[in-house]
């Protein structure tokens, strides 16, 4: 979601129609008269949508495609800028929605009500809000796991019949199990995906049991009177990008945690590492109903959150555990590469403006070790290496190690990761317009894609941040040196200066009749087309929109335009690249 956009364009206005009982949700995305329902239910709670092609087009180029080749041409018609209320999509294509927030996650579950009246326990069966990252992981070629991040709420007139009073238990805990992460079977029946029943079916909220593991569990600063092991701790928030690796485990990576947090006690003064993270400044108060999040009383709490959590969907009783390995920060993604020596990489993003891009490098190859057994017991991402990324103005980078003893002021690696920011800032990595989505390149060797959104402070440019008062972000190319992931140093370029489009003036480098503003989810198919989303103003009169690249011919073509008010993020799709799955959220 859109926090730091000064224009405020994605903001959530909800238009509180909640009458049209009579409109099935699955007809939303047609907009038309149902539109005012759309911003109610759809735009302001989260949809997935999938896009199939209705003729015998696949979304991979149809007979353009040779086997063995790589083609990432672009074989569809460009859809129009448009500020309509439905989700456009190129001609070929169908639209359909599903497992917006609110439906149970299984069916027979409790019932979507349009009067927001449902409980705590209810939402805690049902999808969450927000829809974010998301990743389907295939049990046949009809049917898979649909893993879907919820990123925030909204809370007035959305998840509750009015605003929310947060001193209610009951109510911040139907706020906290609309956040999380859901669990859904979904099958291809009659040409419609929809959700099935499932003995993998499962909501983990911001009460879920979870674990703690790598370098910072148990270090003082992660322990808390609930928790004295500092290895235990309770739910996942603000759930933004995801990722997942190939031992079939799904990444979900915690954001704008400090959100939640605050106090009522007079005199609190936050700490140095708070404010690092912004913690104090929350916008949900949820410690006025459960002390966990006053930060008087429970001043480690944040520190167990801001971390990239790993889920086994597949392992209902498995408790998601926290790889403090990879960074505290405020993870947009987790992209995951192998290095040469079958290293596992996991690129992430801190989306703040002026903090800075990550890898992780695990110490052991990942296909070594008992984790494609125990995928949830031992993971190679408890051990390894975390890199902060220094662009040069020459065109080349370091990935810049945060260990002890290189990092000046820190003792220890836990408090190196559990205070990532301050560690980066420490070595001099380069500040960049907010880290969103990293895009790792199917097969070119070392080749990763990152977007950066936007900053509107930025004064000062550099090569890597080449605009001051950055409005529209830009996407940076880096190819690690020998091709490998786990290299320490790299070549960049920039592979898009987002924008109006060449001609107009502000500096933009892509074609102006699919130009695009923001760019924050991003993502390669299979054959190396690479699809970016928006979340943001756009520089021209469209809603936040979805465009396909040919990173080699610089083609750049817009597939879908969201609706109204909506931003579009999170990407995933069937093997037989014939369904592409996005979601809408807010
Ligand atoms: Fe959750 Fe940076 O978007
Ligand atoms: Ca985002
Ligand atoms: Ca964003």
Known sequence: MNLFDDDRTADREPDGADGETGITRRHLIRGGAAAGVVAAVAVASPVEVSATPTGPTSLRGGSRIRHGHRNPSLAFEAVAINEDDAVTVPGGYLAQVINPWGDPIEPGGPAFRFDARNTA?????QFGMGHDGMALFEISRSRGLMVTNH?????????????PDYSDTETVRKAQNAHGVSVAEIALRGGSWRTIRSRFARRITANTPMEITGPAAGHPLMRTSADPSGRRSLGTVNNCGDGRTPWRTYLTCEENFNRYFGTTAGGFTPTELMERYGVGEGDNPWWLGDPRFDLAE???EPNRFGWIVEID????????RKRTALGRLKHENAAFAEGRRGQA??????????????????????RRGDWRRHPMRTSPLDDGILYVARFDDDGTGEWVPLVPGSVPGYASLAEILIDTRGAAAAVGATPMDRPEWIAVHPDQPGIAYGTFTNNTRRTEADAANPRANNRSGHIIRWHNDDGDHAATSFTWSMFALAGAGLGSGDGSTIPPGD??????????DPDGRLWI??????????????????PLSGDIRRFLVGPKGAEITGWTMTTDQRTMFVNVQH
């Not at 326990?121 to 069966?125: T, W």
């Not at 130009?515 to 390669?524: E, H, R, V």
């Open 298 to 300: 429970n001043p480690n």
């Open 313 to 320: 969907p597949f392992d209902r009783d498995a408790a998601p």
């Open 151 to 163: 990123e925030a709420i909204d809370a007035e007139s959305i998840l509750f019949p009015s605003a």
């Open 533 to 550: 989303q928006t979340d943001g103003s756009q520089p021209m009169p469209c809603n936040n929109q979805m465009l396909a690249a040919d």
């Open 515 to 524: 130009a695009f503003g923001s760019p924050d989810g991003l993502a390669f």
């Open 345 to 366: 990489v996991v690129y992430t993003g801190d989306d703040e403006r002026f903090q800075h891009l990550y890898k992780f490098v695990s110490r052991h190859a990942w």
């Open 121 to 125: 326990a209810d939402q805690a069966r």
